[in-house]
């Protein structure tokens, strides 16, 4: 069975009530149900977690090489600002999709790059919700034909 950790950013604790036209109504609890209910579908193991903090980001990326074959990683306004998580993804030597509810490249200019996307497998961004379940059958099918 593969084994895939979701890690969720900063303020993606605030999804339902912070800046909902741009993040949407759901809830990170809503997005947790829809992905808990996916890897059981695609017969995958999810560890789901969610952290304000990069150094705890950091350290969840450091312990997934223990145990998992991929991450889905939201990683919120660390994105365009990070060379530690991104220096954390290339040390793990597993595959990492990159996600973002809302399509980073229409909004402000500081949030068009991402300092992590070139070290990732993969980004999606723009589709809400979507992103996290369209992110989660792309790493599956990405680590079931490596």
Known sequence: MLNVLVLHGPNLNLLGTREPDIYG???????????????????????IKQSNSEEKLIEALHSAREWAN??????????HTSVALRDA?????????EVHLSN??????FRRESLLAPVCIGSISGFGSQ????????????????
Do not use: C, W
Not at 39 to 45: D, F, S, V
Not at 70 to 79: C, R
Not at 89 to 97: D, E, G
Not at 131 to 140: E, I, P, R
């Open 25 to 47: 109504t759901e809830t990170l609890a809503d997005i947790d149900s829809l992905l808990t209910t996916l890897a059981k579908e695609l017969k995958i193991m999810v560890r």
């Open 70 to 79: 991929g991450v889905l990683f939201n990683p919120g306004a660390f994105t």
């Open 104 to 109: 980073i490249h229409a909004r402000e200019s």
């Open 131 to 146: 992103s996290y379940l369209l992110g989660l059958h792309a790493l599956t099918t990405n680590i079931q034909s490596s």
């Open 89 to 97: 993804i290339s040390a793990i030597n597993i595959p990492v999709v």
